[in-house]
């Protein structure tokens, strides 16, 4: 690998804008992590994507909004636009855990040190920007713009909230994965068409005064949502707008939406169509250094980049639609996957780096097991508005096959210079059970299994069962945990079959809508039944844009208007999440009246028996709790400190 120089990164200063010999800039973007130019970084791929188009681009990672603002005015004005974007996660999910308390780490940040980024970033940053430099338009986007994009509840400062457009007073929204909406808005600035007037493009919101003519599209359909207003004084109003906002998010031919706040409109035109491969591979092939920018290399390693570092992402996107979960309200429930070949050439960079030991810590993506992945007959696709493609069941269009991902993982293996890949993301354990993937060859979902367990696992393979109730299951969009059952049949006679010793790690979720404590009891104690001492857990945590936080809010299901019961009060919440930890001394007695009041002296025997002979040591496979569900799970990785004996490479 040749030796980097300082200009082989976006520049972040004037001296490094001088270097490139450039007097003026076209576009600044504003981030709230630290700058690692690597394709798993959000705000690394929106300068890569804006410098292919000829664009003279800069970033200003993490600015200091506590001192002289200097940061926000020392490269001047840009020519076309300011970019600005919280981070690669919702700043207030880095910032506090499900209690609402401060996180002692930013894995952003170096040295995962605290306080770089402020609360509600793209707000701070985009209200500075706009006093400083009023006539300069302002783009905001990443998961903090996309997720809050029209009224949502912020959990944080409990209290419903209108459109990020109103509060950051930023000019456009760009939401979901940004590429394609920012290259059509680029071409139309470079043709000379004025930012304001730039109103039509996919993926895209704005507000517009009430007055103002609605700008015209003969080829979209328009709805509208119940006002932010309305909302405000009526939950079930606001309940309501998530179905079809969720619905119109996924689906191929999708209705613009309208939305009244206050004295404006809020206006989000419909998303584009999933990326095509040849267009996922030009993003994932733009010329990254892939490390941090070098003025980080005496403050200390950056978490997340080092968990990331020998990774690579194979796809986006994901069709399970968790009710708990933001990846698809983000990246779509279509899966955009890259070429093999794109893969390789990532591969190989990745082996010819000087620190490489010959180890890849990760082939995956936001459920790694859906590559390649689509529907048989596209047009069915094109007609559907059901938020999920695996639940209640698999739908009879989707392609499940895992071969072209079991080829992918041969091919990786095959390159001189990797000893071992593993997958470090969760997998969907329920699409390799033959009696819920039953579109599927069983042999298949045998051989992928055998597969991924020989040469993928690192001592721990982990899954995402989430609960064991039926009905809190099905709250979630999650398979009955029958399934689970099921899949840990196969993977321990494979596991016996090849002699591997290896661990299955299951996560939990506590709190959830409609969970109540007899709901834990039950976990407990078929858990214990099956061999675990968990840990491996969180509560739940309310975060934009997901069926599970409408509920939390408004009480009602957006999609039946059925009233549903959610822990809330702290005492409920940590009841809840006392029963994963039956096997501690000092939870006994509690445990004992608990189950007593509830009449449930069946599980009270099954977790804790008369001369309960429960080893005291831990098992291998346990991994200690330190981090929360509003973590996306492909990302739970940079936050687990696993306790086994056998460490992971």
């Known amino acids: 690998m040749q030796e980097l120089k300082l200009s082989d990164w976006l520049p972040t200063t004037n001296k490094e804008v ?16 630290a700058y690692v130019d690597h394709p798993s970084f959000g705000p690394a791929v929106i300068g890569r994507i804006l410098e292919s188009y000829g664009l003279r681009v800069a970033i200003v990672p993490q600015p200091n909004v506590n001192d002289n603002l200097q940061d926000f005015v020392k490269l001047g004005a840009p020519k076309l636009f300011f970019g600005v974007t919280g981070g690669c996660m919702d700043p207030m999910i ?26 509600y970033a793209t707000t701070v940053y985009s209200n500075i920007l706009k006093e400083k430099w009023p006539d300069v338009p302002i783009l905001i986007g990443g998961i903090e713009a996309s997720l809050r994009r029209v009224t949502h509840y912020d959990y944080w400062s409990d209290k419903l909230m209108p459109t990020i457009l109103e509060s950051s007073k930023a000019d456009m929204l760009v939401y979901g994965m940004g590429e394609q909406p920012l290259r059509e808005v680029v071409r139309l600035l470079q043709k000379g068409v004025p930012f304001k007037n730039i109103n039509t493009v996919l993926q895209t919101a704005i507000l517009i005064d009430n007055e103002d003519d609605v700008p015209k599209n003969s080829n979209w359909e328009d709805v509208e949502i119940n006002s932010h207003e309305t909302c405000l004084k009526n939950k079930k109003a606001y309940a309501t707008n998530f179905k079809t ?16 706040v206050g004295t404006k409109t809020l206006m989000i035109n419909p998303p584009y169509p999933t990326m095509t491969e040849d267009e996922i591979d030009a993003s994932f092939d733009l010329p990254y ?41 983000h990246q779509g429930k279509f899966i955009a996957s890259r070429s093999q070949e794109s893969v390789m050439r990532e591969v190989d960079i990745v082996a010819n780096m000087p620190d490489f030991k010959g180890y890849l810590s990760d082939i995956g993506g936001p459920s790694a097991n ?6 048989k007959i596209q047009s069915i696709c094109d007609k559907c508005v059901a938020p999920s493609c695996i639940s209640p069941v698999i739908c009879s269009n989707l392609d499940t096959s895992h071969k072209p991902l079991t080829q992918l993982y041969q091919a990786v293996d095959s390159h001189p210079k990797v000893k071992k890949s593993f997958i470090g993301s969760g997998i969907r354990h329920d699409m390799l059970v033959p009696e819920f993937n039953k579109n599927a060859d069983p042999k298949e979902l045998d051989a992928y299994t055998e597969e991924l367990m020989t040469k993928h696992v690192s001592g721990r393979l982990k899954v995402a069962p989430e609960h064991t109730s039926d009905p809190v299951l099905k709250l979630m969009r999650k398979p009955s945990f029958s399934y689970f059952h099921k ?14 010793n290896l661990q299955l790690i299951p996560y939990f979720i506590s709190n959830h809508p409609a969970c109540e404590v007899e709901d834990m009891a039950n976990l407990a104690a078929e858990t214990k039944d099956m061999g675990f001492q968990l840990e491996q857990v969180q509560g739940f945590t309310p975060t934009p ?28 919440k940590d009841e809840q999440h006392r029963f994963f930890f039956w096997y501690k001394h000092e939870n006994k007695d509690w445990i004992k009246n608990t189950l007593n009041r509830l009449g449930r002296q069946d599980l009270l025997k099954v977790l804790l028996p008369e001369n309960d002979k429960w080893r005291k040591n831990k098992p291998s496979g346990e991994a200690k709790h330190t981090f929360d569900d509003a973590i996306p799970f492909n990302q739970r990785k940079n936050k687990v400190k696993y306790s086994g004996k056998k460490k992971r490479r």
């Not at 910032?95 to 308390?101: E, H, S, V």
């Not at 906002?245 to 009244?260: D, G, H, M, P």
């Open 487 to 500: 899949f840990k049949e196969r993977f321990d006679r494979i596991n016996i079959k090849n002699k591997l």
């Open 370 to 375: 859906m590559y390649k992945m689509k529907g």
């Open 289 to 329: 250094t892939r490390l941090p920018h070098p003025k980080y290399d005496k403050r200390g390693p950056i978490p997340a980049f080092e968990m990331i570092k020998f990774s690579i992402n194979i796809h986006r996107g994901c069709f399970g639609g968790c009710s708990f979960c933001t990846i698809s309200a």
């Open 94 to 119: 880095s910032n506090y855990n499900a209690n609402k308390k401060k996180r002692d780490k930013d894995a952003y940040t170096p040295n995962g040190d605290i306080g770089f980024r402020p609360d």
């Open 18 to 33: 001088k270097i490139r010999g450039w007097d003026a800039l076209d576009v600044i973007l504003f981030s709230g992590d």
């Open 245 to 260: 906002i969720e619905q119109e998010s996924n689906k191929l031919a999708a209705r613009r939406i309208f939305q009244k």
């Open 545 to 572: 844009m997901t069926v599970a936080t409408v509920i939390y809010y408004s009480g009602y299901h957006p999609y039946t208007l059925k009233k549903v019961n959610t822990p809330k009060t702290r005492q409920e």
